[in-house]
């Protein structure tokens, strides 16, 4: 559970909100321009005190429990929202067998691989499929109107044994039988890729439930240790 009124001051907002889009940030980095030495002091270390950022040698990263805050929080209020997301994920193979997966911009777990992955838009996306091909494109650059929907996973992802992430996922899926132009934060990869290469936890066992069966739903718990 998420205590009350957590991160309300505009300089903490800040600072996490600089932290959600790098892993690692200097002092001065992380200070709002025009704001006072000691205030902004102040509110860096009541973040560390509270545990949502942790401190190594002159950086600083989110804490295990700061992973979990930006996980549920807006990116631009912060303010928390404790409740599952709905997404869809896109497993596209070449005509090799390779999958397409794309690199994390923010946290948690920025700097990972992953299936194309994003939330549903209600506002924009006429349907869950449109939604799965909408984020295909925005995270990959690749246009696919052949993605079927293959399965659903919920999954829960603990850092440390804490709830990091629980995520509904449909799990749509597509075979290009030619090259695809895609952008640079996106690759092809095969199984024997895979051991050189940081995989979002559960996107490997998500990969292996849509390719043994179809129509499937699968609840499963990933723990990774940090």
């Not at 790098?22 to 270390?45: C, F, G, V, W």
């Not at 494109?137 to 804490?162: A, M, P, Q, W």
């Not at 090259?179 to 998500?206: C, F, H, M, Q, Y």
């Amino acid at each position: 559970m998420f205590e009350q009124n957590l991160i309300d001051h505009h300089i903490q907002k800040y600072i996490m909100q600089i932290l959600i889009n790098t892993e690692y940030a200097r002092y001065s980095a992380m200070r709002p321009e025009k704001t006072d030495s000691n205030l902004y002091s102040y509110h860096l270390k009541r973040l560390i005190s509270s545990g949502y950022i942790e401190k190594s040698g002159n950086l600083y990263t989110l804490s295990t429990k700061g992973l979990r805050y930006v996980e549920y929080a807006s990116s631009t209020s912060m303010k928390v929202r404790p409740q599952p997301k709905i997404t869809t994920a896109a497993l596209l193979k070449d005509c090799t067998g390779r999958i397409l997966l794309t690199k994390r911009h923010r946290q948690p777990y920025i700097g990972y691989y992953g299936l194309p992955l994003g939330k549903i838009h209600t506002d924009r996306d006429i349907s869950i499929k449109d939604s799965a091909s909408r984020e295909l494109y925005e995270k990959t650059g690749v246009s696919c109107e052949n993605l079927s929907h293959v399965g659903d996973t919920y999954l829960r992802i603990y850092i440390n044994e804490i709830l990091v992430s629980d995520i509904l996922v449909h799990v749509f899926s597509a075979v290009c039988d030619r090259d695809l132009e895609i952008n640079g934060t996106s690759l092809w990869a095969s199984r024997d890729d895979w051991g050189n290469i940081k995989l979002v936890p559960g996107a490997r066992e998500i990969i292996e439930s849509a390719e043994s069966s179809k129509g499937f739903f699968k609840e499963m718990s990933v723990w990774d240790k940090k």
